[in-house]
């Protein structure tokens, strides 16, 4: 079931370590199939060397293993709640990557000092809360895709102009059009996070890139009138 996305997937898991996202087994990616209703996601702590595609775990948008021998990822109920609220996002991408990270653990979201994080991330980065008790108690993981699709919908912010967030005391979370897209993304993410903080170690007093500066760079690449890069024939 799902083998070329499997091997998507299985492929999108292998960049996780390539670009030092990673160590050991601490992240994951998925990607959906919207007409089946279905999503393919690493399995829960198996190392990275050991994996293949037939390794990657089919889920539904309940979070339930619908084929698989291994368990799915412990994130898995995060990523269903998060395709389920984000109807324009097919990858997700977590990681525990060091500069995105520490910015989490600081609770603290990241901001838009320059244009290479207005290329991509269209704002500052959000960090959410950290969930009470009662709500981890309850389902930590479903709650925290819970509370990070109900910090967009709260605060008006789009997911595909913001494919990231930052979780407090814990770590990030990213999408895009694809398992791929997701990856990109979440190492643009920590670039951008190591970016600012040596930003703010150099000058603790700097301020974000002006608006209209932001504006020019995300819209450039990603507005309807977006001339970066080449057209697609």
Same mark, same amino acid.
């Given at each position: 079931?799902?083998?070329?996305? $499997?091997? *998507?997937?299985?492929?999108?898991?292998?960049?996780?370590? +390539?670009?030092?996202?990673?160590?050991?087994?601490?992240?994951?990616?998925?990607?959906?199939? !919207?007409?089946?209703?279905?999503?393919?996601?690493?399995? @829960?702590?198996?190392?990275?060397? *050991?994996? @293949?595609?037939?390794?990657?775990?089919?889920?539904?948008?309940?979070?339930? +293993?619908?084929?698989?021998?291994?368990?799915? @990822?412990?994130?898995?109920?995060? /990523?269903?709640?998060?395709?389920?609220?984000?109807? $324009?996002?097919?990858?997700?991408?977590?990681?525990? @990557?060091?500069? &995105?990270?520490?910015?989490?653990?600081?609770? !603290?979201?990241?901001?838009?000092?320059?244009?290479? /994080?207005?290329?991509?991330?269209?704002?500052? #980065?959000?960090?959410? !809360?950290?969930?009470?008790? +009662?709500?981890?108690?309850?389902?930590?993981?479903?709650?925290?895709?819970?509370? =990070?699709?109900?910090?967009? $919908?709260?605060?008006? =912010?789009?997911?595909?102009? %913001?494919?990231?967030?930052?979780? *407090?005391?814990?770590?990030?979370?990213?999408?895009? $059009?694809?398992?791929?897209?997701?990856? /990109?993304?979440? #190492?643009?993410?920590?670039?951008? &996070?190591? %970016?600012?903080?040596?930003?703010?170690? =150099?000058?603790?007093?700097?301020?974000?890139?002006?608006?209209?500066?932001?504006? +020019?760079?995300?819209? !450039?690449? /990603?507005?309807?009138?977006?001339?970066?890069?080449? &057209?697609? *024939?």
């Amino acid at each position: 079931m799902l083998e070329g996305l $499997k091997e *998507k997937v299985y492929e999108a898991n292998m960049l996780l370590p +390539k670009y030092g996202l990673i160590t050991f087994t601490w992240g994951n990616a998925s990607e959906i199939d !919207r007409e089946k209703g279905l999503f393919v996601i690493k399995p @829960s702590g198996v190392e990275y060397d *050991k994996l @293949s595609p037939d390794d990657m775990v089919v889920v539904d948008l309940d979070g339930n +293993k619908v084929e698989g021998r291994y368990n799915p @990822s412990s994130d898995t109920a995060t /990523h269903a709640v998060l395709y389920n609220a984000f109807e $324009k996002v097919n990858g997700i991408v977590h990681t525990h @990557s060091t500069w &995105a990270t520490s910015w989490a653990q600081a609770g !603290r979201g990241i901001p838009c000092y320059g244009t290479t /994080h207005a290329d991509y991330l269209y704002g500052e #980065v959000p960090c959410v !809360r950290n969930l009470s008790k +009662k709500e981890i108690d309850e389902g930590y993981e479903h709650n925290t895709g819970v509370l =990070i699709a109900d910090y967009f $919908k709260e605060n008006n =912010i789009d997911p595909v102009a %913001m494919p990231a967030v930052l979780c *407090k005391n814990h770590g990030p979370f990213t999408w895009g $059009k694809n398992a791929l897209d997701a990856v /990109h993304n979440a #190492v643009v993410l920590d670039e951008c &996070a190591k %970016m600012a903080a040596l930003c703010e170690m =150099i000058n603790p007093n700097v301020m974000p890139a002006p608006k209209e500066l932001q504006d +020019k760079h995300y819209l !450039r690449k /990603h507005g309807p009138g977006a001339y970066y890069g080449q &057209a697609e *024939k």
